[in-house]
């Protein structure tokens, strides 16, 4: 395991960034951040454990939705300051009810909503 | 173009995080930065430009490789600090050779290669 995190580069904040696809759609649902301790939980449990950069801590991904990430491989890039993610995603990975983070698309110059909602975020949040 | 610009979270180094992943395959090819001028020519262009860190200077994809990234759909995430292009990626993304940057996996706790040659960097690169 030592080898194994000394190969990844954490930047200046102790971080790394983290892309998060779906095994069978392929989808990409999110970017995240993981710290080592982050990293190590992932491994060891195979459920994805990320840093959250707004509130300062260690987090479960799903801890409060119940939208947790099985993790199905981790691969780290060639210069090792990003790492990739496979993940069967229980419900939708992004807070706001949609399957994926990246629910707008470019059309000619403005961003267009064209995401799956899969939950009622509202809901989920008691916001 | 300014209110798409204006939804796009530059960090205190006035770059965005980006997501490549292969049009077709779905594969995630590489991790890159742009700045606000790399999004604003990949838009107009429809060809990948990024921010090199370490060279401190826009980058056309593929300018030395010939390996160019057409862009075929641009997204950004809900809160604005990371967007993912789908692209047709000419010959491979990574200036290792690897189709994708994305080359090693995890396998019991180390880094394995399991990724595919697609070029010769070292003649590429005239290394």
Chains 1, 2 share one sequence.
Do not use: P
Not at 21 to 43: G, P
Not at 45 to 62: C, D, I, P, V
Not at 91 to 112: D, L, M, P, Q, V
């Amino acid at each position: 395991m030592d080898a194994l995190l000394e190969a990844v580069k954490f930047n200046e904040k102790g971080l790394v960034g983290v892309i998060i696809q779906d095994y069978e759609s392929k989808q990409v649902l999110m970017m995240a951040w993981m710290n080592r301790q982050a990293l190590e939980l992932t491994i060891s449990e195979k459920r994805a454990w990320y840093f959250s950069r707004s509130r300062n801590k260690l987090w479960l991904k799903g801890e409060t939705s119940g939208n947790i990430q099985k993790v199905r491989s981790i691969r780290l890039d060639c210069d090792g300051d990003a790492i990739l993610l496979e993940v069967d995603q229980i419900g939708g990975a992004c807070h706001t009810g949609y399957r994926s983070c990246f629910y707008r698309i470019e059309e000619s110059g403005a961003w267009k909503e064209d995401g799956e909602k899969v939950f009622d975020a509202d809901a989920v949040y008691k916001k």
